[in-house]
């Protein structure tokens, strides 16, 4: 019965001005990561797909982002400032500051907010699951207990983990209480 499927709408899709102008201004390798990342949203947050499995799936499905599908992706999206895995979106007209974020080495023991982790660890499957299992993802809180031989030991938002030195130098947090003395 097709007359239960809602009607085709045959409004073409395009950008808000800010982010066209944005999108306009990058050069093709931004232009790529830009499409990789919409392509990660859309698997993340629209079609439910796992965090940890988002950027492998992304490249597998090798969806071609045309400019027209980038505009309906803004839309559908709400031109989220970053990928899945806090890494900034080229192009968005609301990028997020993450100037106070520093890697989990570098961070004292305390409380934090999970940033970013950096596209070279996006394409350790691993620690991406280690990461996940942990709930250490992008906006979540953690705690950072004590530095040893095996590494770095976290609380996180569903479990206690121990991430190595090759995940805390490429995990970015937000520090939320001052070291204790
Ligand atoms: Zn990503």
Do not use: F, K
Not at 40 to 68: F, Y
Not at 88 to 94: F, S
Not at 110 to 133: F, H, K, S
Not at 146 to 174: E, H, I, N
């Amino acid at each position: 019965m097709t007359d239960l499927l809602p009607a085709p709408t045959a409004t073409e899709p395009t950008m808000p001005a800010p982010t066209a102008a944005a999108v306009a201004a990058l050069s093709d390798g931004e232009l790529d990561l830009r499409r990789h990342m919409l392509a990660e949203r859309l698997l993340s947050d629209v079609i439910g797909l796992p965090w940890e499995l988002v950027h492998d799936e992304a490249e597998a499905w090798g969806l071609e982002v045309s400019h027209r599908l980038d505009a309906r992706l803004v839309v559908l999206l709400d031109d989220p400032a970053t990928c899945p895995h806090g890494n900034p979106i080229p192009g968005t007209a609301r990028p997020a500051d993450q100037s106070d974020a520093v890697t989990a080495d570098e961070a004292p023991l305390g409380r934090v907010e999970v940033v970013r982790i950096t596209e070279e660890l996006e394409e350790d499957g691993p620690a991406l699951r280690l990461l996940a299992g942990a709930g250490l993802r992008p906006g979540r809180r953690a705690e950072l207990v004590s530095r040893g031989d095996d590494g770095l030991v976290v609380v996180g938002a569903t479990a206690d983990t121990v991430l190595p030195a090759r995940v805390t130098s490429d995990l970015y947090v937000r520090v939320l209480s001052a070291p204790t003395a």
